[in-house]
């Protein structure tokens, strides 16, 4: 027998790592191993997919196994028997909420505790002659510095060995397969694994490269959702290794994940995002998706369908040989839809089947009954309401929950707003920190731009006196924002004015009504484009007509500045005569501005296409055409449409649009 293998055949590994195990089953050291962590959870029915050649001969550490290490056949020498469980945790990461677990951790960090500890009588008892650890974090492991007190304490002195590993790259993680290898004694099978690594690496990378597009797609990786985490350590690494490209555009001075703010990410707006946290498996990462919807739906990716879900906890967050899968299935979900890529890749033995690692997340489809323009709120609290306060009584029963609500009365008596998004607020809402998610009366969401901004429209605090408004009713089409660019061309034309965007939309579900948007991608349009923006939420069962709701809108802008000469109201509409007549009888009382109005369609594409703003479509009412929501709109849709018979434009509500005016600088998008 060699010394290698009699090094190996007395080998006795305690496994602190989930990665480090998983690298001891590669390198065919399952019997080896006495002790492993409670996260070490590969079942019988899941081989490890990368794993070396048998090297070795009659040294019982499992060689005869070599089709693929299974957890249950790990033990110390006595064959069937489970290694001992060497760490507790603090936390139940499978009953908790990520952002219950994002408080625990913060807080075992301020603290400086570990939320996992060591069994120290199971790992004295295992008697390990090499433990493996790791100081690359000591809120998510048992700290490295608890090992060594440990050895310390309870082994005699050359009895133990401590491998501490913190790789940060990918170069590094594969790497240490060779560390590991060397420790154990069998080098060679860490050499073949580290070269079995990058062959797979390079597969991948060489179906990539069969696409089509001349760009990579940009790719967002969530390592953790609330609050939300990009991408850390290796896994940009494995995004390069895919053939992707990372969407955050800004470096970091640390290889660690950082949390985003939900603005950075939808400035970045991803052609694809993959949600892959730490710790959890597919099932779960679905879950927390579809529970995140609300803060996903402004993204591209979004209406698109083009997020997916993966198990963050076997393919990403563990530094080991599953990574190669990691890659593959990047690689996947970022080419989705390019039909010689997808094939080429499913041509690689080790790539994970859809549902099996990796799925594209189905998001519920929601009713879509909000109330818009034309629409009356027929049901009855405001009536409630309104009685309440020729009473001066401070509450009202709503008729339809029989909750007692505040009313407009009580909220003048208490002098200021109370920061809680209330039903009857009459200051705007004021103090209110969230207004995209709270408000239930108009209010601004976007004040505009800082005043020493060089923007073209001012922001509310610098309209001076005796100004001209014009309110654009504002849906995030591309009529809208067409209709912008035409008003920068004729306030450069003529005497200046100031501009004021107006949308309404669902105060319940806050979307947008028939756009199939929320109200975060409007607000995300007038922050790019520098305009204020006023956001008037409909409120089902209040009982208010739509064009009263409109007028309390106006109001608002009136308080916010009290002294102004004019008002004019301006909408997109192309031709419809009907919706014309309707506004011109609702609005008698204002100015009314139609920009658009009988622009020939060819006009507008080419104006569309000068701005260099995709547009794409955000919902569909039609079935004919197989049209569908997340198209392009384009000079060929547009006339593919009306080969169908139908509006090229959408004008008789066959499908709505987004116009992504952030996909191009603000001069650019206004067309200056």
Not at 490 to 496: I, T
Not at 614 to 621: D, F, G, I, N
Request: hydrophobic share 35%; glycine share 6%; charged share 25%.
């Amino acid at each position: 027998m060699t010394a290698n293998a009699t090094r190996a055949a007395t080998l006795r590994i305690a496994s602190l790592l989930p990665s480090t195990t998983d690298i001891c089953i590669s390198l065919r050291l399952e019997h080896n191993i006495v002790g492993i962590t409670h996260e070490c959870d590969f079942p019988p029915s899941h081989p490890l997919y990368l794993s070396a050649a048998p090297l070795l001969a009659d040294t019982g550490t499992g060689d005869e196994h070599h089709g693929g290490g299974r957890i249950s056949n790990v033990s110390s020498g006595k064959p069937n028997t489970k290694p001992r469980a060497l760490t507790v945790s603090q936390i139940d990461i499978h009953q908790q909420s990520q952002a219950e677990i994002d408080a625990a951790v913060k807080s075992s960090v301020f603290n400086g505790i570990s939320l996992y500890n060591l069994n120290h009588s199971a790992l004295t008892d295992s008697q390990p002659t090499l433990i493996l650890t790791q100081s690359l974090c000591d809120v998510c492991a048992v700290s490295k510095s608890d090992v060594d007190q440990e050895v310390a304490c309870n082994f005699r002195p050359g009895q133990c060995k401590v491998l501490s590993l913190e790789p940060e790259s990918l170069e590094e993680v594969v790497e240490t397969f060779v560390t590991v290898a060397e420790a154990c004694g069998v080098k060679e099978r860490g050499v073949e694994l580290k070269a079995k690594f990058w062959e797979g690496g390079q597969q991948i990378l060489e179906a990539a490269s069969l696409s089509r597009s001349k760009d990579k797609p940009t790719v967002l990786f969530f390592e953790w959702l609330s609050p939300p985490f990009d991408a850390g350590h290796w896994i940009p690494d494995m995004l390069e290794l895919s053939g992707c490209v990372s969407a955050v555009p800004w470096s970091k001075n640390t290889r660690k994940s950082v949390e985003l703010s939900w603005q950075q990410i939808y400035d970045c707006d991803p052609d694809v995002v993959i949600v892959g946290c730490c710790g959890f498996d597919m099932s779960r990462n679905e879950e927390d998706a579809r529970a995140a919807r609300k803060k996903l739906e402004p993204l591209r990716a979004y209406r698109n369908n083009r997020i997916y879900a993966s198990d963050g906890n076997l393919y990403f967050a563990r530094p080991g040989p599953a990574l190669r899968e990691g890659i593959a299935i990047l690689a996947r979900c970022a080419y989705d839809g390019e039909a010689e890529v997808v094939r080429a890749l499913e041509r690689i033995a080790f790539m994970p089947k859809e549902n099996e690692g990796w799925s594209k997340i189905a998001f519920p489809e929601e009713s879509a009954d909000i109330p818009d323009i034309e629409d009356l709120v027929n049901e009855t609290y405001m009536e409630a309401h309104d009685e309440a306060c020729l009473a001066k009584l401070d509450l009202y029963k709503d008729p339809a929950t029989g909750y007692n609500v505040y009313t407009e009365y009580a909220h003048k008596k208490r002098g200021k707003c109370c920061g809680s998004g209330c039903r009857h607020c009459p200051y705007n809402h004021a103090n209110v920190k969230d207004k995209t998610k709270r408000i239930q009366q108009p209010a601004f969401l976007y004040e505009g731009p800082d005043p020493d901004d060089d923007a073209v429209f001012a922001p509310l605090s610098s309209i001076p006196p005796r100004s001209h408004i014009k309110v654009l009713f504002f849906s995030g089409g591309k009529d809208s924002y067409l209709t912008i660019r035409k008003l920068v061309k004729k306030r450069q034309a003529s005497s200046p004015f100031h501009l004021i965007l107006l949308t309404t939309f669902d105060a319940e579900s806050r979307i947008i009504a028939h756009q199939e948007m929320p109200i975060d991608a409007v607000l995300r349009q007038a922050q790019h484009l520098g305009i204020p923006l006023l956001a008037i939420p409909l409120r089902r069962g209040s009982g208010e007509a739509y064009v009263n709701r409109i007028e309390k809108g106006l109001n608002a802008i009136r308080q916010r500045v009290p002294d102004m000469q004019q008002m004019t109201l301006v909408f997109g509409d192309l031709h419809l005569d009907h919706i014309r007549e309707w506004r011109d009888k609702e609005f008698s009382n204002y100015a009314l501005e139609y920009p658009l109005w009988k622009v020939p369609y060819d006009d507008l594409m080419n104006d569309l296409e000068m701005s260099g703003v995709s547009v794409v479509l955000s919902a569909v009412t039609v079935t004919e055409g197989e049209l569908k929501a997340g198209m392009p709109f384009t000079r060929k849709f547009w006339k593919h449409v009306e080969q169908l018979g139908m509006d090229g434009f959408g004008e008789a509500g066959e499908f709505h649009s987004i116009a992504e005016v952030w996909s191009v600088s603000r001069e650019q998008a206004l067309g200056l």
